[in-house]
């Protein structure tokens, strides 16, 4: 039982270069955030999804943009890095939203822009 | 604005010795108080959730509570494999799909 998977689990990248991290769950979760985590701080949302081709802006959202082509996949891109987006990023699942039902998170993709 | 702090920052202990750690929070019209699990190098991993003031939730050597300020997690007796960092998060209080978290008790028990 997969749960929520993370590819890729690190990577390293130059300023200004694109990648795109995905996210893929197998609990048919219609729920679906991106979240980023830095040192002293809560973790915060950068785009979440409540549904297949639906996405809104989270938190800190600037500098990152996201697609759900399919329920089950999330994908958060990168267009052009710079260092502040170093960080370590985690796709999480929830099958009823944020007041009733847990969040399911992934292992977490470590960035690092130089 | 929302927000939610959490107390200490780190925490050492001994193996048996019993604890607590905290979560404060400002958040108006609280739909829920959520505690998360998270080992180093892993995502969150959910432990429980309180509604309302008064709710207490237990799981092996950890119990919950909740008051309209707070929340506490009770650590009774802990043992090394209950070194992790703990995370409370709340729903923001506009109704959005946003949790605040907070920045976590990372948790130490020595053996």
């Known amino acids: 039982n997969a749960g929520v998977t993370q590819t890729p689990k690190f990577r390293v990248l130059k300023t200004g270069q694109s990648m795109t991290l995905l996210c893929a769950q197998d609990?048919?979760?219609?729920?679906m955030y991106w979240y980023r985590q830095d040192p002293g701080m809560g973790l915060r949302l950068i785009h979440y999804?409540?549904?297949?081709?639906?996405?809104a802006k989270g938190e800190v959202p600037d500098g990152y943009n996201v697609s759900r082509l399919k329920k089950q996949n999330f994908l958060l891109g990168l267009e052009s890095a710079a260092p502040s987006q170093t960080s370590v990023y985690f796709c999480?699942?929830?099958?009823?939203?944020?007041?009733?039902?847990?969040?399911?998170f992934g292992e977490g993709s470590r960035l690092t822009v130089l | 604005e929302d927000q939610v702090t959490q107390s200490p920052e780190a925490l050492r202990l001994q193996e048996g010795e019993s604890s607590s750690l905290n979560c404060s929070y400002t958040?108006?019209?609280?739909?829920?108080l959520f505690w998360y699990r998270q080992d180093p190098g892993k995502g969150p991993e959910f432990l429980f959730t309180l509604y309302s003031a008064g709710e207490e939730k237990e799981k092996e050597r950890l119990k919950a509570t909740l008051t309209k300020k707070e929340s506490f997690l009770h650590i009774t007796a802990p043992k090394p494999e209950d070194s992790a960092t703990y995370l409370c998060a709340v729903p923001e209080a506009r109704g959005g799909q946003n949790f605040v978290f907070g920045p976590g008790t990372r948790l130490s028990v020595l053996p």
């Open positions: 958040v108006s019209g609280l739909r829920g």
């Open positions: 999480a699942s929830s099958d009823r939203g944020p007041w009733t039902g847990e969040l399911f």
């Open positions: 609990m048919n979760h219609e729920y």
């Open positions: 999804s409540v549904g297949e081709g639906t996405t």
